[in-house]
């Protein structure tokens, strides 16, 4: 089936098995961003080279010095599926795929040189052991971690930590010392600085290529990916946002010649989401899920709009911005699969 899905109708494609799109790294972008990662590693010197294979999603696993890459950035359709069901495909632009190819080639080194088991990483970091959260509370004051990902997203868990700090010394021409001059953050990257110029030269001992959760042994349908994805992804909103909906928009009876607020916010739906999940490291999914219940509030209360369209998408993407910030510190921040 190799190249035949491409001519597929969506519901058709929608119902083939992952494992039959037979998707290859080469020739595709990927494989050109692979490239410039292996480029960035050798100007540090190192001698460490992750491979690579497709899945569903972005990871490095526990013991294996390789990266996944998701499926869908092996061609266009599937990122506009991806874009379509997901209202995002992660890493799709060259600056975003990058900045996680060091994050993921973060945790790619420290399983190959089993960095983790150092004393001075355990005393900066945190036990790389430590049970691995379904969700965390970010704390965006917080000067002990470096801010690389969306989301905070070193807070999560020890070895994401590190992998952030190196993504953050591994980003070419990036000024981390004076960025984070008198942050508790600048000794972890220090760190990293003086343990990769000691492992520069040396050979891996963990060269395993071991490949987990390829995608040609996925036998599942896009259509269920998707749907497994999406529930992975929705987060049960607290339902107080009423108040605040009142004070952006205005009661139907005392301005019937202003536009219905839920016709504007569907208009605006996946521009906020965009927007609002890029601020917070919230998924545009699940803040559009946030944005479908604010829609039917605003369609029940018959809500019109209040001011002009600018002042009120400034004040709905404050809105949205405080709530979704307000379930993060609640602890239901969804951890990246």
Not at 174 to 194: C, F, I, M, N
Not at 246 to 263: C, K, L, T
Request: proline share 7%; charged share 30%.
């Amino acid at each position: 089936m190799a190249g035949r899905w491409q001519k597929f109708s969506e519901e058709r494609l929608l119902n083939t098995r992952m494992c039959d799109l037979t998707l290859k790294v080469e020739g595709t972008i990927i494989e050109e961003r692979r490239a410039r990662l292996l480029t960035e590693l050798e100007a540090k010197g190192l001698r460490f080279r992750p491979h690579f294979w497709i899945s569903e999603e972005w990871f490095t696993p526990d013991g294996v010095p390789g990266i996944a890459v998701p499926f869908y950035l092996t061609h266009p359709r599937l990122t506009s599926l991806e874009r379509k069901f997901m209202l995002e495909a992660e890493g799709a632009t060259e600056s975003s795929c990058l900045r996680i190819l060091r994050h993921e080639a973060g945790h790619a080194i420290d399983n190959a040189y089993r960095l983790h088991r150092r004393k001075r990483w355990r005393e900066l970091f945190g036990s790389f052991t430590e049970p691995y959260p379904d969700a965390y509370r970010p704390r965006p004051a917080s000067k002990r971690f470096v801010q690389h990902l969306n989301g905070w997203y070193a807070q999560a868990h020890p070895a994401e930590d590190f992998a952030e700090t190196f993504a953050v010394w591994m980003t070419p021409g990036y000024p981390w010392r004076r960025r984070y001059q008198g942050w508790a953050a600048l000794e972890k990257l220090e760190y990293v600085d003086a343990l990769m110029a000691e492992i520069a030269g040396e050979t891996p001992p963990v060269r395993t290529r071991r490949q987990i959760e390829p995608l040609s042994e996925a036998k599942h349908t896009l259509a269920e990916y998707f749907e497994r994805k999406r529930s992975h992804y929705s987060v049960e909103w607290p339902g107080y946002y009423d108040r605040d909906l009142r004070a952006i928009f205005v009661e139907e009876g005392r301005s019937r010649a202003r536009p219905p607020a839920a016709s504007y916010l569907r208009s605006q739906r996946r521009e906020f989401s965009r927007i609002v999940g890029e601020a917070t490291g919230f998924p545009p999914y699940t803040i559009d899920q946030l944005l479908k219940t604010m829609i039917a509030r605003c369609g029940s209360m018959k809500l019109r709009l209040r001011e002009s369209p600018t002042r009120t998408r400034e004040r709905m993407l404050l809105m949205l911005t405080a709530h979704t910030m307000q379930v993060a510190h609640a602890g239901y921040f969804p951890i990246a699969v």
